[in-house]
C-alpha cells in the first residue's frame, strides 16, 4: 500500500507569493518522521525541512514551513515569498521509527514552477 | 566538497558490461543508502546498509549487487543490466540512532543509461 501520497504531479506560482505542496501519508507507528526533499534539475535531493510524530509545533525552516495535522495524517508544505530558484521537484518522505527499520520511503513528486 | 559524493555522474553501457558506481560520504554516518529514480515513478529503496551490514534489499535483481567496505564507502556494481534499469542512481547518508528520526543527505546522482 502507498504510504505516502502526493496529489499535485505540477503547481504553478507567481514569484514572491506562497504555495502550499500536499503530502498525505499512511502508517500505523507511532512514531515516525516527515520530511520535505527538494530535488533541482541537478539531481540532488536536498533536505529542507523535518517533522517528527511527536511534535508539538509545525517544524519551521527559514521560507519552508510544513503544515502538521496529525489527526488527517497530513504533512503540506508550505514556501512563502516564492523565489525562481524554488522551481524544482519537491518529494514528502516518511521514516517509521518503530517498524520501518531504516527505509525512509518517498511520494512521487510534486514539479514547482515559479513564473517571473 | 559536498558531504556525500558520487562517481561517475554520468554512465553509459552495454547490457554485456560490467561497471561499479561508487558512493562516498564524509559525514561520519553510520548507514548508507541506494535508492533508484527512474522517469514518472517514485524513489525506490534498493539497499540500506547499516555499519556495513545489509539491513535491507528490497527484492532488487541480482544483476545489482551492493558492497560496503566501510562505513564511508559505498558501491553498486552492475552486471548484464536491462534497457529498463536505465536510471537516476542515488545515494544516502544518515546517523541513524534508535528511536531518531534524521534526515538523509545525497550525492547528486549517476545518470545511468543502458544501451
Known amino acids: 500500500a502507498q504510504k505516502i501520497t502526493q496529489t499535485q504531479p505540477g503547481m504553478f506560482v507567481q514569484e514572491k507569493e506562497a504555495v502550499t505542496l500536499d503530502c498525505t501519508y499512511d502508517?500505523?507507528?507511532?512514531?515516525?518522521?516527515l520530511f520535505w526533499y527538494k530535488q533541482p534539475s541537478s539531481g540532488e535531493m536536498i533536505f529542507l525541512i523535518y517533522?517528527?510524530?511527536?511534535?508539538?509545533q509545525n517544524a519551521t525552516e527559514g521560507r519552508y514551513s510544513l503544515n502538521f495535522q496529525k489527526a488527517r495524517k497530513s504533512a503540506n508544505l508550505v514556501i512563502s515569498a516564492s523565489q525562481l530558484g524554488d522551481s524544482a521537484m519537491y518529494f514528502c518522505a516518511m521514516r517509521e521509527g518503530n517498524t520501518g527499520g531504516f527505509k525512509t520511503i518517498f511520494g512521487a513528486g510534486t514539479r514547482l514552477f515559479v513564473k517571473a | 566538497e559536498t558531504g556525500v559524493t558520487q562517481t561517475p555522474r554520468h554512465l553509459v553501457m552495454g547490457m554485456t558490461n560490467k561497471k561499479s558506481l561508487k558512493c562516498e560520504q564524509h559525514l561520519g554516518h553510520n548507514a548508507m543508502y541506494w535508492y533508484k529514480q527512474s522517469a514518472k515513478k517514485p524513489l525506490e529503496l534498493m539497499f540500506v546498509y547499516n555499519f556495513k551490514e545489509q539491513t535491507e534489499n528490497n527484492s532488487v535483481p541480482s544483476r545489482f549487487s551492493p558492497e560496503c567496505p566501510n562505513s564511508s564507502h559505498l558501491f553498486l556494481h552492475l552486471h548484464t543490466l536491462q534497457p529498463e534499469d536505465s536510471a537516476l542512481y542515488l545515494c544516502a547518508s544518515s546517523q541513524l540512532r534508535t528511536g531518531a528520526n534524521t534526515e538523509a543527505f545525497f550525492g547528486q546522482g549517476t545518470r545511468l543509461t543502458v544501451v
Open positions: 502508517t500505523s507507528d507511532p512514531s515516525y518522521g
Open positions: 517533522q517528527g510524530s511527536y511534535d508539538q
